[in-house]
C-alpha cells in the first residue's frame, strides 16, 4: 500500500488523539499533517506504521504543550478546548464522554507527560509497554503518571452521568428552558452547586471567573441569553454530546454544552469565543 493510502488509513484516529492531547482542532490537523511530513522525510519502513505515526504524534503534541502552556498563562478568563464537531454522517447516539468540554478543559490541569500516559491507556486502551514505548519511559513510570492524572480528575470533578438517556432527558430540559426564556424550568434542572464556565478569551463578553451556584448561573443565564435577541437557536452535537448553539445574523455567538449528575445539571460551558465558534458557522441560518 502506498504511504499516502497507510497514513489516511490513520488519519482520523490520530486526529482523535490529538485533538484530546491539545483541545484544538485546529492544531491537531496541523500536528496530524505534521507526523505525515516528518514519515515522509524520514524514509521509515517501520512493520508496524500505526505504532510509528501514533509515537511520533504525540511528541510533536508534548513539544506543542509546552508553547501551549504560556499562552494559557496570559488567557483572558477561562479556558475551554475548540468544538470538535462532526460530520452529519458521523454523528453517534451515544455520548462519548472523553470527548466533552469539561474533561478536555481538567487536562489542562495535568502535567504534558500525565495528560499523554492516560489518554493513551485509558482512552485509546495502549497497553502501559505501549505507552512506555511511546513517551520513552518505563512502564512502571507510565502507569504511576496515569495513575496521579486519574486521582486530580476524580479530585477536580464529579463523576458525569453516562447513561445517555439520562443525559438527553436533563440537558433536554436545561436547552428547552433556555431556549423558550423559562428562568423558573431553568433554576428546576440546574443542581444547587452547579457551576459555569464561560470562555470569551477576551474577544466576547464573558464572566472573566467560573460562576458557582444554581441562583447565580440561573442570574447570570437569564441576563446573557434569555434577555438577548436571537435569529436562531438550535441543539446541535459536538463534542461527543447533545450541545445548543446561538445564532445573530452575525453568525453563532454562544455554544452550550453541560455535565450532568443524577439528574441535574453540575457543570456549564459555554463558548463565547469567536475564534472558537467558527466550527458552527456553516449550520448559520440564511
Known amino acids: 500500500m502506498p504511504n499516502g493510502a497507510r497514513f489516511e488509513a490513520e488519519r482520523a484516529d490520530l486526529e482523535r488523539l490529538a485533538y484530546r492531547m491539545l483541545g484544538s482542532r485546529v492544531e491537531a490537523e496541523d500536528i496530524v499533517q505534521d507526523t505525515f511530513v516528518r514519515w515522509q522525510q524520514s524514509g521509515a519502513t517501520p512493520d508496524n506504521v500505526g505504532a510509528w505515526l501514533t509515537r511520533t504524534c504525540v511528541r510533536l503534541c508534548l513539544d506543542r504543550l509546552k508553547s501551549a502552556q504560556r499562552q494559557r498563562e496570559t488567557y483572558v478568563g477561562p479556558w475551554l478546548p475548540e468544538p470538535w464537531v462532526e460530520s452529519d454522517d458521523s454523528i453517534s447516539t451515544e455520548l462519548d464522554e472523553t470527548l466533552s468540554l469539561a474533561l478536555l478543559a481538567l487536562f489542562e490541569r495535568l502535567s504534558p507527560a500525565e495528560r499523554a500516559a492516560v489518554i493513551l491507556h485509558d482512552v485509546f486502551d495502549y497497553e502501559f509497554a505501549e505507552v512506555a514505548s511511546i513517551l ?81 448561573v440561573a442570574l447570570f443565564l437569564a441576563r446573557t441569553v434569555i434577555a438577548g435577541t ?23 455567538v454562544s455554544a452550550f454544552q453541560v455535565e450532568v449528575v443524577q439528574g441535574a445539571v453540575v457543570g456549564i460551558a459555554v463558548l463565547r469565543n469567536p475564534d472558537k465558534l467558527v466550527a458552527f458557522e456553516s449550520a448559520s441560518p440564511s
Open 230 to 252: 436571537y435569529l436562531d437557536v438550535r441543539e446541535q452535537w459536538f463534542n461527543g454530546a447533545p450541545g445548543l448553539v446561538v445564532y445573530t445574523d452575525q453568525g453563532p
Open 136 to 216: 520513552g519511559k518505563s512502564p512502571n513510570s507510565c502507569r504511576q503518571l496515569a495513575s496521579r492524572a486519574r486521582k486530580h480528575l476524580r479530585r477536580d470533578r464529579a463523576p458525569a452521568s453516562v447513561d445517555t438517556q439520562e443525559y438527553r432527558r436533563v440537558a433536554g430540559s436545561f436547552f428547552t428552558a433556555l431556549r423558550s426564556g423559562d428562568l423558573a424550568g431553568l433554576r428546576e434542572v440546574l443542581a444547587q452547586d452547579v457551576t459555569l464556565r464561560s470562555d470569551g478569551g477576551g474577544k466576547a463578553v464573558a464572566a472573566r471567573r467560573p460562576i458557582e451556584g444554581a441562583d447565580k
